[in-house]
Nanobody, 118 residues
Framework: QVQLVQSGGGLVQSGGSLRLSCAAS????????MGWYRQAPGKQRELVAD??????NYADSVKGRFAISRDSGKNTVYLQMNSLTPEDTAVYYC?????????????WGQGTQVTVSS
């Protein structure tokens, strides 16, 4: 069982920055995908960014502002969020996708609130 513990959310002013962290327990390989999703009230959960090995993927809305990275030694994925706007306000969830021979499994963090004031 993989467990994900998130930290780093909070309240910031428009134009500010936050850094989210997600520490995973269990066996995570570089070939597994670690990523961040977000969900605002009344909206579907959407992909923000993910990383598989060294390959990154970003939502168009955050390209150039957010950066995802991972520390394999610490089994931790980070999301550096810069130039935040109120449109970034949401609950942010860490997600790990395990790719195994006979299965693919999803694990989710508890979520953390990011609120950006105008």
């Amino acid at each position: 069982q993989v467990q994900l513990v998130q930290s780093g959310g909070g309240l910031v002013q428009s134009g500010g920055s936050l850094r989210l962290s997600c520490a995973a327990s269990g066996s995570i390989f570089s070939s597994d995908t670690m990523g961040w999703y977000r969900q605002a009230p009344g909206k579907q959960r959407e992909l923000v960014a993910d990383i598989t090995s060294s390959t990154t993927n970003y939502a168009d809305s955050v390209k150039g502002r957010f950066a995802i990275s991972r520390d394999s030694g610490k089994n931790t994925v980070y999301l550096q969020m810069n130039s935040l706007t109120p449109e970034d306000t949401a609950v942010y969830y860490c997600r790990v996708q395990l790719w195994r021979v006979w299965s693919s499994q999803d694990y989710w963090g508890q979520g953390t609130q990011v609120t950006v004031s105008s």
